[in-house]
């Protein structure tokens, strides 16, 4: 992650970021320093719409359509950093990460149809992003964001695994298996995305290698591991909250108006077959 590339006079932007990633700077457009790891972030973009577009048009809470905002956030957060490698995008693409994940906690720990938590959760999670946030625009360290951010999606995906288990006991075999492909999904894509980040910070130079050397112009971009990133964390994030809101109905005894379906062979979605209800 810290391949850093002198700035100069003839990059559109001066790099003031403290992390510069595998894609060579300026190497496919003069105005966009990592071309393909901004391209990529279209996908947070698209899914988070189309996310949004669902939560409104079938009557879901308010917290699923902040939920996917948070998502279309990172992406254009991430698509800004990575077109200009500068400080401030760098922190407009890693907050929202933080602030993200605590929009997720609050929607799994307040599942219960009559909220549990009052102003307690809310506030402790404020907190958390706030103590979070001066201390990494103090120090700058990208280590403690990742580690934090690690921390809160083990904490999202520990609590959503307790739901589903201990707290969903009546489900249906044909929905609790239903879920468990959306869990498996998520999970896959986004380990997967994990992974690749990992490739392109080890084996940067043999990826560099391989992309200006070996392999032919056409097939190189696909060795934009970062890229990959971005893929396999946005749709394993989409999978995640369709798996969150098929949750919350069954947690509140609304399943019967809901059904999942999918688009294309390949997008959840869950839409409403009966009358719409009253959220709690």
């Given at each position: 992650?810290?391949?850093?590339?002198?700035?100069?006079?003839?990059?559109?932007?001066?790099?003031?970021?403290?992390?510069?990633?595998?894609?060579?700077?300026?190497?496919?457009?003069?105005?966009?320093?990592?071309?393909?790891?901004?391209?990529?972030?279209?996908?947070?973009?698209?899914?988070?719409?189309?996310?949004?577009?669902?939560?409104?048009?079938?009557?879901?809470?308010?917290?699923?359509?902040?939920?996917?905002?948070?998502?279309?956030?990172?992406?254009?957060?991430?698509?800004?950093?990575?077109?200009?490698?500068?400080?401030?995008?760098?922190?407009?693409?890693?907050?929202?990460?933080?602030?993200?994940?605590c929009v997720f906690l609050y929607i799994l720990f307040e599942s219960s149809k009559h909220n549990q938590?009052?102003?307690?959760?809310?506030?402790?999670?404020?907190?958390?992003?706030?103590?979070?946030?001066?201390?990494?625009?103090?120090?700058?360290?990208?280590?403690?964001?990742?580690?934090?951010?690690?921390?809160?999606?083990?904490?999202?995906?520990?609590?959503?695994?307790?739901?589903?288990?201990?707290?969903?006991?009546?489900?249906?075999?044909?929905?609790?298996?239903?879920?468990?492909?959306?869990?498996?999904?998520?999970?896959?894509?986004?380990?997967?995305?994990?992974?690749?980040?990992?490739?392109?910070?080890?084996?940067?130079?043999?990826?560099?290698?391989?992309?200006?050397?070996?392999?032919?112009?056409?097939?190189?971009?696909?060795?934009?591991?970062h890229g990959w990133w971005h893929l396999g964390t946005a749709s394993g994030s989409y999978y995640f909250t369709v798996f969150c809101q098929?949750?919350?109905?069954?947690?509140?005894?609304?399943?019967?108006?809901?059904?999942?379906?999918?688009?294309?062979?390949?997008?959840?979605?869950?839409?409403?077959?009966?009358?719409?209800?009253?959220?709690?």
């Amino acid at each position: 992650m810290h391949y850093f590339e002198p700035s100069t006079v003839n990059h559109y932007w001066k790099r003031s970021s403290t992390l510069d990633w595998c894609e060579q700077n300026y190497h496919t457009s003069q105005f966009i320093a990592e071309f393909y790891n901004s391209l990529t972030n279209i996908c947070y973009i698209l899914l988070a719409i189309y996310g949004m577009y669902n939560v409104r048009k079938h009557h879901f809470e308010s917290r699923f359509f902040i939920a996917y905002m948070s998502i279309l956030i990172i992406g254009l957060g991430s698509f800004c950093f990575h077109t200009t490698l500068v400080w401030e995008m760098q922190l407009a693409d890693e907050l929202p990460m933080i602030y993200a994940t605590c929009v997720f906690l609050y929607i799994l720990f307040e599942s219960s149809k009559h909220n549990q938590y009052g102003y307690v959760l809310p506030v402790l999670l404020f907190l958390d992003a706030l103590l979070i946030t001066v201390y990494y625009v103090h120090s700058k360290n990208p280590v403690f964001h990742q580690v934090m951010n690690g921390i809160n999606t083990v904490a999202i995906a520990l609590r959503g695994m307790y739901l589903f288990y201990f707290k969903l006991p009546y489900l249906t075999s044909g929905v609790r298996e239903k879920m468990a492909y959306l869990v498996r999904m998520g999970c896959f894509l986004y380990l997967m995305g994990f992974v690749a980040w990992n490739m392109d910070n080890v084996f940067c130079e043999q990826l560099r290698w391989l992309r200006e050397e070996t392999v032919p112009s056409v097939v190189s971009p696909l060795l934009q591991f970062h890229g990959w990133w971005h893929l396999g964390t946005a749709s394993g994030s989409y999978y995640f909250t369709v798996f969150c809101q098929m949750l919350r109905v069954n947690m509140i005894q609304q399943e019967e108006e809901y059904e999942l379906i999918w688009k294309w062979k390949v997008l959840p979605v869950l839409v409403m077959t009966g009358k719409s209800s009253k959220w709690a």
